[in-house]
């Protein structure tokens, strides 16, 4: 189904792939670390923001359930889920943001380490290098606070702010 704004989609996922030793102990070589994936996924996505780099107003969110299962070919049965929420509201120069980020596992069997949640990065856990977090869960929340100083012709314009991050 889609829409200008949005879409949800509905499918199977297949493929697998192999882990290679690039560093660590020689001992691990011996290990195989082949997976096949087999999975059904749901997705919504919906956007209103007005713009990607620096919204002042709308939201975005993005959802996600996967369930992998070996009847569909996997390596391994689990559950998981994933949510991305942003939204900005603008009065005159002024903007407040707020994002939310969310995934784990659903029901009790645990995601393999090959499908951990990743993060960090700029705004995105600031001051953690790109996806340098892993854990089989994760929630995060920021608050932002920008102010736009001055408007460029071409460019978006200068901004200066705040922001809080928790995760």
Same mark, same amino acid.
């Given at each position: ?8 989609? *509905?499918?199977?996922? =297949? ?13 691990? =070589? ?5 997976? #096949? ?9 919906? #956007? ?11 939201? =975005?969110?993005?959802?996600?359930? *996967? ?63 790109? #996806? ?36």
């Amino acid at each position: 189904q889609f829409t200008k704004y949005g879409e949800l989609r *509905v499918g199977l996922m =297949a493929g697998g792939g192999d882990a290679e030793l690039q560093i660590g102990s020689p001992i691990l =070589a011996q290990y195989s670390i082949r997976r #096949d994936i087999g999975a059904l996924r749901a997705r919504l996505n919906l #956007d209103q923001l007005d713009n990607t780099a620096f919204p002042r107003n709308g939201y =975005a969110l993005a959802a996600q359930v *996967v369930g992998s299962s070996t009847k569909l070919g996997a390596t391994d049965t689990y559950n998981r889920w994933t949510l991305n929420f942003v939204g900005a509201k603008s009065f005159d120069e002024h903007t407040l943001q707020i994002g939310l980020v969310g995934g784990g596992a659903i029901g009790n069997e645990p995601l393999p380490l090959y499908d951990y949640m990743s993060f960090g990065g700029f705004m995105r856990m600031t001051g953690y290098r790109s #996806d340098q977090l892993r854990n089989e869960s994760m929630y995060y929340g920021r608050l932002l606070y920008m102010n736009r100083l001055l408007r460029l012709p071409l460019l978006e314009g200068v901004y200066g702010g705040a922001m809080i991050e928790a995760a």
